[in-house]
Each structure stands twice: as structure tokens, then as C-alpha cells.
């Protein structure tokens, strides 16, 4: 996401390594984020990122012409490789829209359609699905989507050489896919999977050609190779990626509104992380779509005559989670003292100008199985200094943080400069002071993404914030099974509280097994209030998704993990 303060973040799920590279373990150097709450002004404030799937389309004046190069220019990081099955985050999710589709679909109600699967059936005991592919269609290297392209992908994922992690940890329960015949492919699962679909409509398993992933890491993560409407035609690092039209498309999505190939002859992806500088383009003409505005900008787009498209995120809300396996948030009492003190609202209120909202469920508002406890937030820093006695924290030092056995009462807290706004920053400083007052030593420890996941990958955090983007409630899973203590091939793990809760992973693992949607909704709403109640997590707020648009119509954004698709786009005159 973006590399400076003042660029929205990336709501990752997982690094992607640099290619033939192996995810760095050093030590992360703590520093302090001093002067970040002067950003936190009109001028520096940007946008996280919300929180479920949703589509939409700009409106725009002008008469729509076809032909012509979009420029698209994102605040969001550069991928270290355009193949998202490799690692896995948004940024990849971001532009391989463009030339990767899904299995299936999912529309803005948050049905699952079909896509590259024409149709699907499920054995009684959810253990076999069958998919019947679409007849006919190929690659934009001319190999024919098949059952035995599918088999390739999934296999893909699941090899370790792969370096996946979104899509490894999606696909873990597919056990073999059995070629039936050319358009045919059959799912055998080693338990039942509820979250099978909802997973296999995502960016992160969106099918490839089996012929480029046979040329390797290296030329695939160049330029993948799929069905989509566009074709990656060169990537110019730092700068930008260039697509040009697939004039074979002919696998429309869930928002397309017409068959056949798109109507731009192609789009030119521009690394921009500055926001001011994206919109000063987007007000120019010199750019017609910008991701990640800030606030003032979004507040002022229709007077400007650009059009706005709120279209959030699923998954996780953006959060701070505590690390539970280490001193001393191994300890309840001292989990819930911290956020009991921490008293993120005002913060919240302040540096976002009603952009955001505060949360207090683990997963985003927007889903429909999401759950809130504010009861277990309410600010009370008396009783906060009450448990930190009980829990024997009870000496001070002489500047006074509370001490133990004669060890300081610290909190590490790496924060990826990637990945969190400045605003974000800011409300961290706000909540370190929040919890000095009560006797804690918050050391804010701004870095960059590789040496943050390099923190992480070596437990030496107390306190993590990291957004994950997923379809559904199995995000709760993936984040909060003790499963997710254990790192997937690309290095990362996604259980970053380290909760080991037997009970939780029981709940996780029948939801995951449950196909009854009531019956999974009521295990769900359990396993969030067992979440919650163990202060592990603390909810700020739903992961937003903005764009603006100008001179440009039919830009919508897909219902799956809200990233835009230029299928429908045409310029404007």
C-alpha cells in the first residue's frame, strides 16, 4: 500500500516476497512517530478502508466514446509481483482484476453468480463439488480453460514453492481436484467448506493460464495470464503497468453490461502514493480514476464535477490486536486495562471527519452475520489501573511506567508506514498517550512493510494492526484459529493476537462445516463474542474503499472484494 503518511492502506491480507526471495526475520528498529499528529490536519488526512463487498458506478456528464487509454493511478503500494497467487493482497487483488477472473462470482447483494463456472452442484455431505466450466473459452495465450487448467491452479496455490498465503490459506481444505473430463472439474474437500465459494470468487484464486505459471515465478510474476479483459502488456517498476484490450474477451462478469471485449483500447496504472498529487492529476484531466482520496476531497468531489464511488471492504475491521502469547497481554486482566484506557472514539471522531465509524465487532459492519459488543469498550481508565494492580503490576519507574519483577509494563507496536494513513497514525499516538496515563510504555515503532512482517515473523510486537480483506465470515477463521499461529508458505501468519482458544477453534471449525446459513450465522455470532471477550482485539473501524472518477463513465466496482473493473468504462467527451 502506500509508502508515505498521507496514503490509505492497504487493507493486506499477506506479504508477497520479493521474487526468489525469502521474507526477511530482522529486527525491526524502533523509532517513535513523533510530529504525526501535526499531519493529521485537513491537509494530511486520508482514508482507511471499509469494510464489505459492495458495487457500484460513478455517474459522469460528457458523451462516452469508445476507444481510448484510461489512466488509473493508485495510492495503494506497488505489487513486488502482478501474479496474486503469490502472496496475496490488495494491491494485487487492484489490478489483477483487470486480467484474472474467478471461478464465481458474487453480485451486490452478495450472491454468488456465475463466472468461468457456468454451474456447480455439492454432495449431500459437503465433501464433493462439482463445477461445469464455460465451453469454448481460452487464455489470451490461446490455452483452452479446462478442468485440468483448474486442477493446475488449485495446485498451485496449495505448493508451498508458490509462496501463497490468501489463497492457500482459502484453499485448504481442497484435498484433490479429479479431472472429470475437459469441462468438468470435481472438488474433493477433506471437510466441508461453507466458505468454499465466497473463497473461490476472490482475486487471490482467480484462475491463470497453466502454460504461463509453467514459465516460473519470475516470468509469471511479470505478467500473468488469464481471461479478463485486459492483458498485461509491460510493467515499468515505480512507475506504472500498461493493459491493453483483450479483443477475445468473452467471459463477462457479474457487471458487465454488454458482451464482447471491453470499450477502452486500454489502461495505463500509475503509481502515485501522494494523495494530494493523485487528485491534482484527477482535477487535471491528466488522470480519470484515483483510489484512495482524502476526506476534503471526497467532500468536495461534486462541486468539482467528480463523481464518487463508495465501495467498501469485506473481512476484518482495521483493529489492534494484542499479542496473547507473550508478556504481558498473556494476561487478560492487562489486555482489558489497555483497552479499557485506550479510548479510540474521539480519536476516531476527529481525524476522520465522519468518514469513518467506530466498530466494535471483529468483522466488518456490512456483513450480514457481524456482530457488536460495545458493552465490553467502554473507556474507564480507574478500572483500568485497578486490573494492572491485580495482575501484581503495581511499582513504578521514575518515568512512570509500571513495573513487574522489576521488568517495564512495554508494548511493542510496530506500525507498517505501508499500510496505516497518517490519520491512523495519528489515533495511535493518541491511544499510547491514552494508556501512558494508566502506567503503560507504548512504543510506536513506524517501518517499512518488509522490516514490519520481518517484526511480526519474529514475535517481537506486543501490539499489531493488520487488516484483512476476505468474502464472509470465515475471515474469523482465518484471523482467530489457533491454526493461524502457524505461518503459511509465504512466511506470514494471519492470528496475530495468537489466540489459543480450544473452544473458539471448535465454533470456527463446525461454522466451516456448517452449510445451514442460519445455523452457521447463530456459531458465528458466538465465536465474535468469544473474540471480543477475551481482549484480544480492539475494533476501531470498518476498512474504506473510495475512488473518484472524472471524464469517465460505467467504472463499478466488483461485488466479491470491491476492487474496479473497466469492462463497462468509456471516456467522455
Known amino acids: 500500500m502506500p509508502h508515505t503518511p498521507g496514503v490509505t492502506p492497504d487493507a493486506s491480507e499477506a506479504p508477497v516476497p520479493p521474487i526468489n526471495a525469502s521474507t526477511p526475520r530482522t529486527r525491526a528498529r524502533a523509532l517513535t512517530l513523533s510530529g504525526l499528529a501535526a499531519l493529521a490536519g485537513a491537509a494530511a488526512l486520508t482514508l482507511t478502508a471499509c469494510a464489505t463487498p459492495g458495487a457500484g458506478e460513478a455517474g ?323 478500572a483500568a489501573a485497578k486490573l494492572l494492580d491485580e495482575a501484581g503490576w503495581t511499582e513504578k519507574n521514575s518515568d512512570g511506567v509500571r513495573t513487574k519483577d522489576g521488568k517495564a509494563l512495554t508494548v511493542r507496536f510496530p506500525v507498517s508506514t505501508n499500510q496505516s494513513v497518517a490519520a491512523e497514525q495519528s489515533l495511535f499516538e493518541q491511544i499510547q498517550a491514552n494508556t501512558t496515563a494508566v502506567g503503560f510504555d507504548v512504543q510506536l515503532e513506524p517501518v517499512d512493510l518488509s522490516s514490519w512482517y520481518a517484526a511480526l515473523g519474529a514475535n517481537e510486537y506486543e501490539a499489531v494492526s493488520a487488516p484483512y480483506t476476505k468474502v464472509g465470515p470465515d475471515v474469523l477463521r482465518i484471523l482467530y484459529h489457533s491454526d493461524g499461529i502457524v505461518p503459511a508458505p509465504s512466511g506470514y501468519f494471519a492470528n496475530h493476537a495468537q489466540l489459543a482458544d480450544p473452544e473458539l477453534d471448535a465454533l470456527l471449525d463446525k461454522a466451516s462445516d456448517t452449510l445451514d446459513e442460519d445455523a452457521r450465522t447463530k456459531l458465528y455470532a458466538d465465536a465474535q463474542q468469544r473474540i471480543l471477550e477475551s481482549f484480544t482485539v480492539l475494533p476501531l473501524y470498518d476498512q474504506q474503499n473510495h475512488f473518484l472518477t472524472k471524464d469517465v463513465a460505467g467504472v463499478t466496482t466488483l461485488g466479491t472484494v470491491a476492487t474496479p473493473t473497466f469492462v463497462n468504462a468509456q471516456l467522455t467527451e
Request: proline share 8%; with cysteine; net charge negative.
Open 60 to 382: 459522469t456528464t460528457g458523451t462516452p466514446q469508445d476507444g481510448g487509454t484510461l489512466v488509473y493511478a493508485t495510492g495503494d503500494a506497488e505489487p513486488t509481483c502482478l501474479d496474486p497467487h503469490v502472496g496475496g493482497n490488495y494491491p494485487q487483488a487492484l489490478l489483477s482484476t483487470q486480467y484474472l477472473e474467478p471461478l464465481v462470482g458474487r453480485d451486490a447483494a452478495g450472491k454468488i453468480t456465475p463466472w468461468l463456472a457456468s454451474k456447480w452442484t455439492t454432495s449431500e455431505d459437503g465433501l464433493t463439488w462439482d463445477f461445469t466450466l464455460q465451453e469454448g473459452v481460452t487464455f489470451t495465450d490461446g490455452t483452452p480453460l479446462d478442468a485440468a487448467a483448474i486442477k493446475t491452479n488449485v495446485e498451485h496455490l496449495q505448493d508451498p514453492e508458490t509462496q501463497s498465503s490468501t489463497g492457500y490459506l482459502a484453499m485448504a481444505k481442497v484435498a484433490e481436484v479429479e479431472v472429470v473430463d475437459d469441462t468438468h472439474a470435481r472438488f474433493h474437500l477433506s471437510a466441508p467448506d461453507a466458505a468454499l465459494l465466497e473463497s473461490l470468487s476472490q482475486q487471490w484464486t482467480a484462475i491463470q493460464s497453466p502454460t504461463g505459471i509453467a514459465r516460473g515465478m519470475e516470468a509469471n510474476c511479470q505478467s500473468p495470464i488469464g481471461t479478463g479483459p485486459f492483458i498485461v502488456e509491460e510493467w515499468t517498476p515505480q512507475q506504472s503497468v500498461s493493459l491493453v484490450r483483450n479483443e477475445d474477451y468473452r467471459t463477462p462478469g457479474p457487471e458487465a453490461d454488454h458482451e464482447g471485449a471491453a470499450h477502452l483500447d486500454g489502461i495505463e496504472w500509475r503509481f502515485i502514493p501522494d494523495a494530494a498529487t493523485r487528485y491534482a492529476a484527477l482535477a487535471s484531466g491528466e488522470v480519470q480514476v484515483i483510489d484512495n482520496p482524502l476526506p476534503n476531497d471526497i467532500a468536495g468531489a461534486e462541486a468539482a464535477g467528480i463523481a464518487h464511488i463508495d465501495a467498501p471492504r469485506p473481512g476484518s475491521v482495521n483493529r489492534i490486536e494484542l499479542n496473547s502469547a507473550q508478556t504481558p497481554f498473556d494476561d487478560v486482566r492487562v489486555r482489558e486495562a489497555f483497552i479499557r484506557a485506550a479510548d479510540p472514539s474521539p480519536g476516531i471522531e476527529s481525524l476522520y471527519r465522519g468518514t469513518a465509524t467506530r466498530s466494535f465487532s471483529p468483522l466488518a459492519s456490512t456483513e450480514p452475520a457481524a456482530t457488536s459488543a460495545e458493552q465490553l469498550f467502554a473507556t474507564d481508565a480507574d
